[in-house]
Each structure stands twice: as structure tokens, then as C-alpha cells.
């Protein structure tokens, strides 16, 4: 049986999160292991019922908050390609009639947890650009919150909301940016609100944007959206996917 490396590393990943979640029952119980397997070194029967026992004793005392711990919501993007859904082709209008052409940047989220992840935020807290040979990071960047993709209450209510509960195994997408006959020389970002004094065009050129998720009981998840954009706007969709680059990364390029 051949196991992926990308299987070992998310068990690896996982493994470290529970070391991370009860640190001082897994230093208890490795020290215990190390000294009852050193007490009891010619007599390893012994040792690992002892180590049994133990054991029992922790999941008596611990189980329910292990059992909530497993069961905890847990966030993922994956998949993500600038191919569709991700990268669409939607025509935009007055709601009289169709007024631009639109392609836009979807990123998924889902919950692959068991609980739902209640209050969850999409930001872009931190943004770097590329030039004069290396990544400058914008120093005097505030977060925005992004839009959610089919958000219920933005259609019935008229006003888009900003913390959204995930179910669990449901895929959601959140709105990153867009290009648009509207700005035909800009990337478009697509912030519920933001400062007057940031920008939310950017030119031709290479970024790096630093994607933060947060909400109740779950472990931040945080993104870096690498974007490359050549500044030739075209209507015609393959012609227009030739002219960008964009790929998802665990590391930002300005640490």
C-alpha cells in the first residue's frame, strides 16, 4: 500500500494540532511512557499494560474534552485553480440591464470539521507587492472583509452580512476580486467596506494577499493568494486566463 505524501502530511498536521490542543496531557503521558518503558526495560509486557492503564485512567478523566476537541469545526481551502467556478465569467448589470462584463476570483471554504463554524470572517489582512527585485509589504494595510458567494441575506435584506455560520461538509466561496470593464486596467478588489484612504484597485504587476479566517472554536486559517497580472484586458475568457497567474500558499514571501 502506497500512502501520498500530501495524506502523511496532513496526518502529520493533525497530529501536531492535538499536541498543540492538550500539551500537558501529551507531556504527561510521554513522560510516563519513557519512564515506565525504562522501569520495566526487560520486561516489556508489563510495561505496555501499565502504560494501558494510564492510559484508561486519562480518557477517563479527559474524554469529554477530547471527544469535543475531535469534534471541532476545522476550515480548508482546497482545490482552488484559476479555471471554473473559480475564475467565472458573470456579466454585471444595473438591474435594469447588462452594463459591464465581469471575471471574478472565487475562493472555496468549507468546513470539514463536525461541528459548524459559527461567526466565520473572510479578511485580507495584509498585502505585499512586488518590485525593484524583491516583495515590499504594505506596512499601512487595514483588513477588510471580503463578500460571501451567494449570500442569502445580502439578496433578501439588501445588506451583505459579514460573519456567516458554516455547516459542515457544505462548500461555500468567498468573493476575492475581479476584472471588469468597469476598471479595465485595475484588479478589483471586493471588500464589504473599507478605508478611503486604501487602495482597492492595483495595477499590472505581482501581490501577494494574506487571507485570514477566523471565527467561534476554530483555529485561524491563513492563506497567502499569490496574483500576477500582465494588464492586458480582454473580453474573451481563454484569452484572458493566459494573461493571469494566481495559486494559494501556506508561506508569505515577505517573512
Known sequence: MIVSLEKIEDFIKSL?????????????????????LSVYSENLAKAFAAIGTISAVIWALYH???????????????????????FREAPESNGAQIVSKGFYINIPLEN??????KNCQVMVT?????????????ENWLSIPLRWVLDEQAFFVKRPREERTLIPHRQYFFDFGRFTTQHPNYIELLPIITSTAQPGLF??????FE????????????????LEWVGIFTTNYAEMLNTVKGYL???SPWR
Do not use: H
Open 126 to 138: 495584509g498585502v505585499g507587492i512586488y518590485y525593484n527585485d524583491k516583495w515590499n509589504k504594505d
Open 249 to 251: 500558499a501556506d508561506i
Open 211 to 226: 487571507i485570514k479566517v477566523t471565527g467561534e472554536e476554530i483555529e485561524p486559517l491563513i492563506k497567502y493568494f499569490y
Open 203 to 208: 495595477g499590472p504587476g505581482k501581490y501577494c
Open 112 to 117: 470539514i470539521g463536525k461541528r459548524s463554524a
Open 64 to 86: 469529554q474534552e477530547i471527544k469535543y476537541f475531535r469534534d471541532r469545526p476545522v476550515l480548508e481551502i482546497k482545490g482552488f485553480k484559476l479555471e471554473p467556478p473559480y
Open 16 to 36: 501536531w494540532a492535538k499536541i498543540k490542543s492538550f500539551p500537558r496531557i501529551t507531556l504527561s503521558l510521554a513522560i510516563i511512557i519513557i519512564f515506565l
